[in-house]
Nanobody
Framework: QVQLVESGGGLVQPGGSLRLSCGASGSIFSINGMGWYRQAPGKQRELVAVTTSGGSPNYADSVKGRFAISRDNPKNTVYLQMNSLKPEDTAVYYC???????????????????WGQGTQVTVSS
């Protein structure tokens, strides 16, 4: 079974940095897009950054120039480097990936969107 496992959240002061990691595990045929979303208390989940296997990354306007998404394809892992953090970046950050798992014959199964369990990022002095 395919799973996304996140790590790297925590408490940081304004202006500080954090690096989030998200690894996909299980029987995977291919991974298309991978990215990060966040949800602050009382707000809807929003896109932070996404990257596809062959395209340029896309960022929310609020994080452009401060956050950088990168991907290690052999490790099925996506990272989010967050710099110059602000209190308004406080949220639960969720990893997202569009993954095609292997079927029982080892071939291509149906494609699904998977979510991680979320990791808390708190920016506060």
């Amino acid at each position: 079974q395919v799973q996304l496992v996140e790590s790297g959240g925590g408490l940081v002061q304004p202006g500080g940095s954090l690096r989030l990691s998200c690894g996909a595990s299980g029987s995977i045929f291919s991974i298309n897009g991978m990215g990060w979303y966040r949800q602050a208390p009382g707000k809807q989940r929003e896109l932070v950054a996404v990257t596809t296997s062959g395209g340029s990354p896309n960022y929310a306007d609020s994080v452009k120039g401060r956050f950088a998404i990168s991907r290690d394809n052999p490790k099925n892992t996506v990272y989010l480097q967050m710099n110059s953090l602000k209190p308004e970046d406080t949220a639960v950050y969720y990893c997202n990936a569009v993954i095609t798992p292997r079927n029982s014959n080892g071939g291509r199964g149906p494609t699904y969107t998977y979510w991680g369990q979320g990791t808390q990022v708190t920016v506060s002095s």
